[in-house]
């Protein structure tokens, strides 16, 4: 019996992590550097927000729901993550799956259009 429950729970552990769900949300899309550490964000944010997820910064979206999510690329279509970073520091919607691991909760951007 105990070697049924290892061999399960080892099926378990090595299963890949999959999507949780496909979700579309709306938002601003934000440079999570000046988030995190400041809180920065809005209008007054834009070009800061801009430039930051043009060299590369990690870019999220803080959701009308007041939920935040960081946006990760999908390695086999990299364009609509690219789309939704020259909409930093606007509103946007972004859709894709939705993952969560360790507490973090991101999106895999399948989508992104401005508002």
């Given at each position: 019996?105990?070697l049924r429950?290892?061999?399960?729970a ?8 999959s ?11 934000l ?5 995190m550490?400041k809180?920065s964000q ?6 800061c927000?801009?430039l930051c997820?043009?060299q ?11 939920e935040?999510?960081?946006?990760i ?12 970073k ?12 939705k993952?969560?691991?360790q507490g ?12």
């Open positions: 019996m105990n429950r290892i061999a399960l080892f099926l378990v552990l090595a299963a890949p992590l999507a949780q769900e496909a979700v579309t949300v709306q938002g601003e899309i440079d999570m550097a000046c988030y550490a809180g809005g209008p007054s944010h834009k070009a927000a801009q997820a043009k590369g910064v990690p870019i999220g979206v803080l959701t009308d729901a007041g935040v999510y960081l946006l690329e999908d390695h086999d279509n990299t364009s609509p993550y690219e789309a939704a020259k909409l930093a520091g606007v509103r946007a919607e972004i859709s894709g799956k993952f969560v691991k973090v909760a991101s999106i895999q951007v399948s989508g992104a259009k401005g508002l």
